[in-house]
């Protein structure tokens, strides 16, 4: 064994490791943060402290789909921001981007990438951009409006030919006096584009004014000369297969199909213009995120609430038949908690036909199965909110190196403190030690075990290293030896 190392020795040399490797949350903090009730709080990463996730379901069920949670919190408890969380409710990844809304996995030039919105939140309504990010969580693209506008929180999809369809929001004049208002009165024109992504040139606009008038919304309008009446409120938009559009507006209670070329409606579902034979259980109310499927169906989140129209939130599957233009219940979810959602919210088909419910303003997530069973239930502290949430796969491969802090313990004790920010392949951590850079040798494997793994070892050897494996053996990163 080498020279004992003392305690000041120790902590002055980890504390040095952030200046040699360049590594945020590489210092050695005297001690744990404090963790607030709800919070996430890690020795090596004590600059990020997002809101937990607690699983309701009693257990683990082995037919839910494959993946991640990918949600982001933006309200109450906690570090605001991105989230990937596994099944356990332990978080994988965490970005500090807090004003992020709708975080997802999409495809951009054939290739998986995290996209967000962020920006300011005005009214209800966003201004801001659009983030895409690779699997070593880089930014590599960045997606604005055109024409003056800015972009809306409500919706980023990446087509299939790397175009961005997004909505905008802008202040217009029309005439409210078919509804009681003044013939010259303020009201929000909703809008949306599509972008190519690489040369931002903006190659379709859509707006609702043009093609939808105002008395078709249920939004009740205010007498107040400073109201902006939000008659429209588009929050999805959603590609048909025949290359037209689904979109879904909130205060009109209607998914629309519009043609990608002219703009025209095609048809109505739901709402006082309803093109379709609406069956029993398919009118949804103040809904969000319409979704074609390869089957036909449409999935809807009912929020069916604010005002209140039903008693509680659902996500629905609707098959839509356009020859004899009928809608039909095929499938309905709704949370155990009974509940009530006024606001966002999401329903994503699986892969494996399961149904992954995102409830918007009530901070719950869940999954079902087709049929309809509760498999999965996750629950955020109560005064949190993620826009959408959803399930995909995902392999991330961090830019940086892993973090590390440590205590100094009796005896030669080492506890080592090791976590890897959105490194998805993780399976053991190792720890070498040595009497110099180049002559290093396992003091001790760990596997894995969340997102900050702890570490116990004996030594006195005055250099230390960690280095990180995949289940098979491959090491996937190694953080360089530091001299005690």
């Known amino acids: 064994m080498g020279t004992r190392v003392t305690r000041?020795?120790?902590l002055t040399a980890m504390g040095a490791?952030?200046?040699?490797?360049?590594?945020?949350g590489c210092a050695l903090p005297r001690m744990s943060p404090a963790a607030a009730k709800g919070v996430w709080a890690f020795r090596s990463r004590p600059d990020i402290s997002p809101a937990t996730v607690e699983v309701t379901t009693p257990q683990a069920h082995d037919n839910t789909a494959p993946g991640y949670i990918f949600a982001a919190s933006k309200?109450?408890?906690?570090?605001?921001?991105?989230?990937?969380?596994?099944?356990?409710?332990?978080?994988v990844w965490y970005g500090k981007y807090g004003s992020a809304r709708d975080f997802?996995?999409?495809?951009?030039?054939?290739?998986?990438v995290l996209t967000w919105w962020e920006g300011l939140v005005v009214q209800g309504h966003g201004i801001g951009e659009y983030a895409?990010?690779?699997?070593?969580?880089?930014?590599?693209?960045?997606?604005?409006?055109?024409?003056?506008?800015?972009?809306d929180l409500h919706e980023f999809l990446i087509s299939p030919q790397d175009t961005a369809l997004f909505?905008?929001?802008?202040?217009?004049r029309t005439d409210l006096s078919p509804i009681g208002g003044p013939t010259y009165g303020a009201v929000w024109d909703s809008i949306f584009q599509e972008v190519d992504i690489e040369t931002g040139r903006v190659l379709f606009e859509w707006h609702s004014l043009e093609h939808v008038g105002i008395e078709e919304s249920y939004a009740e309008r205010s007498d107040d000369l400073d109201h902006i009446y939000d008659y429209f409120h588009i929050n999805s938009i959603d590609v048909d297969h025949d290359d037209n559009l689904i979109i879904s507006s909130r205060n009109t209670c209607t998914v629309y199909k519009v043609d990608r070329r002219t703009g025209e409606i095609l048809w109505r579902l739901g709402g006082k213009k309803?093109?379709?034979e609406m069956g029993p259980g398919t009118q949804s109310a103040w809904q969000h995120d319409a979704r074609r499927h390869e089957d036909g169906t449409i999935t809807i989140f009912d929020n069916g609430a604010h005002p209140k129209v039903h008693d509680q939130s659902r996500g629905i599957v609707l098959e839509v038949d356009e020859e004899k233009m009928s809608a039909t219940l095929r499938r309905e979810y709704t949370s155990p908690e009974k509940l009530l959602t006024t606001s966002q919210g999401n329903v994503q088909l699986l892969p494996n036909s399961n149904v992954f419910v995102g409830w918007g303003s009530a901070p719950f997530v869940s999954e079902f199965s087709y049929e309809g069973k509760l498999l999965f239930d996750a629950r955020f502290p109560s005064d949190c909110e993620s826009y959408r949430a959803y399930r995909f796969p995902w392999k991330g491969h961090p830019a940086d190196t892993p973090a590390v802090a440590a205590e100094f313990g009796p005896e030669d004790e080492v506890t080592l403190y090791a976590s890897w920010n959105g490194a998805t392949e993780v399976a053991i951590w190792e720890v070498l030690a040595g009497p110099r850079p180049g002559q290093l040798e396992s003091v001790g494997s760990f596997p894995r075990n969340g997102f900050e793994t702890t570490m116990l070892v004996q030594t006195s050897d005055p250099y230390i290293a960690v280095r990180v494996k995949t289940r098979s053996g491959q090491v996937l990163g190694v953080r360089a030896p530091v001299k005690l």
């Open 8 to 10: 000041r020795r120790f």
């Open 132 to 151: 895409i990010f690779d699997s070593s969580y880089r930014e590599i693209a960045r997606v604005r409006a055109g024409n003056g506008f800015r972009g």
């Open 17 to 24: 490791c952030l200046a040699l490797t360049n590594t945020v």
């Open 75 to 91: 309200e109450g408890t906690g570090d605001h921001g991105p989230m990937i969380i596994d099944d356990r409710g332990q978080l």
């Open 274 to 276: 309803s093109d379709f």
């Open 104 to 112: 997802k996995v999409q495809k951009y030039q054939g290739r998986p």
């Open 167 to 172: 909505t905008a929001y802008v202040l217009a």
